[in-house]
């Protein structure tokens, strides 16, 4: 059957009349495009109380409320400002969370609005919320000899850009390490390609492979010690795991197809990646330590680009069927499929690191733009970008 989303209201806090930012409007944003909640707008509201104290149940059991979100901003001693929220249950007309959250400076407002929904959602739903976090993703812009191509790391709800690598030629596959602090992408130098490992906090930047012709699709490790890329200096595309810190690489598929686009199981134990060995493009899975490839996918015509969920229980998948490119889902054991965005050009499929939502790119009025699905398909929205916007990689929860 299908779960309906939960009622919940998110009443304004009160915030002092110097201080212009609008803590309860983002958490209700977060919580809403999670899929899981509907919330009551502020124009229905009997009452906008900001202590439990001032809370009269009847009044959000009149319009249908299940739990309710209240809360005050105030300045710190030291100047900083402070936010108190509790999420009230409202039939049983107690308290179920309550926080005094440090106090920050107004420009992490952001960041503290996206705790208070991750600790709701937590709460609520039993599952870690995924709000503070960060995506990558390339942007394009321009035509011609003005063409500039940007890697950006963004909130996740596509706020606070910033631009990590510019160039004039191609970006591409960016890929965060396990513990969100690098980043790796394939750029270029005068045509040739090579994969860069970058480090936020520093801006450090090293090149980590560049051989003639294809340096692509970096994935990294669940450990952050290992790589996989797709090289192709010897015959044709294959993949290589590489050693990071001393740069050694064990060549994993040598076959006359082309195999591209790996990705690590969350134990490390197993490479998802696609081939045409077949005779068309589909997702096979092989032993890390080396193996046979076995093939996962058979519905449509072509199946590539997997990504692993969180469990390691499902792979998300470029699926084409008919010329339609849409996301699927596909179970590990079973290979059984299911559509969860509708095309007719998406691609680029990553998990959200609680694995209940996923990012994509499709095609808008505007070009490429930034979509999310739900992993049960009931939930999709559009993330509109600044410029073609593609290949978003999720990051993980900051450690």
Known sequence: GDTGAQPIAVAPFATPPDINFDVAGIVEADLVRS????????????????????????????????????GSLSRSPKGGVAVRFFLLDVYRGQQVLGFDMPAVTPDQLRVVSHQIADLIYEKLTGT?????????????????????????????????????????????????????????????????????????????????VSERGINGAPVWSPDGSKMIVTLSFETNPDLYLIDIASGQRRRL????????????SPDGNTVAFTSDRGGSAQVYLMPTAGGEPRRLTFQGKQNQRPRFSP?????????????????????????????????????????????????????????????????????????????????????????
């Open 128 to 208: 870690k919320g995924y709000f503070n976090t960060q995506i990558a993703y390339v942007t394009a812009s321009g035509y011609g000899l003005a063409r500039r191509f940007e890697l950006i790391v963004a909130d996740a709800d596509g706020y606070n850009p910033r631009t990590i690598a510019a160039s004039r030629e191609t970006l591409m596959s960016p890929a965060w390490s396990p513990d969100g602090k690098k980043l790796a992408y394939v750029g270029y130098e005068k045509g040739r390609s090579a994969i860069f490992i970058h480090t936020l906090a520093t801006g450090e930047l090293r090149k980590l």
């Open 253 to 264: 598929t040598d076959h006359f197809a082309i195999d591209v686009e790996a990705n690590f």
């Open 35 to 70: 899929g899981l909640f509907t919330a009551l707008p502020r124009a229905d509201m009997l009452e906008t109380p900001s202590a439990v104290s001032q809370v009269d149940y009847r009044n959000w059991r009149a319009v249908g409320m299940e739990n309710l979100v209240i």
């Open 311 to 399: 469990d390691g229980k499902s792979i998300a998948v470029v699926n084409n069927d008919g010329g339609r490119y849409s996301i699927a889902l596909v179970d590990v054991q079973t290979g059984a499929m299911r559509k969860l965005s509708e095309g007719p050009l998406d691609e680029s499929p990553s998990f959200a690191p609680n694995g209940a939502v996923i990012i994509y790119s499709t095609i808008g009025r505007g070009g490429a733009e930034l979509a999310t699905v739900t992993v049960d398909g009931r939930v999709r929205q559009r993330m509109r970008q600044p410029g073609e916007v593609r290949e978003p990689a999720w990051g993980p929860y900051s450690r």
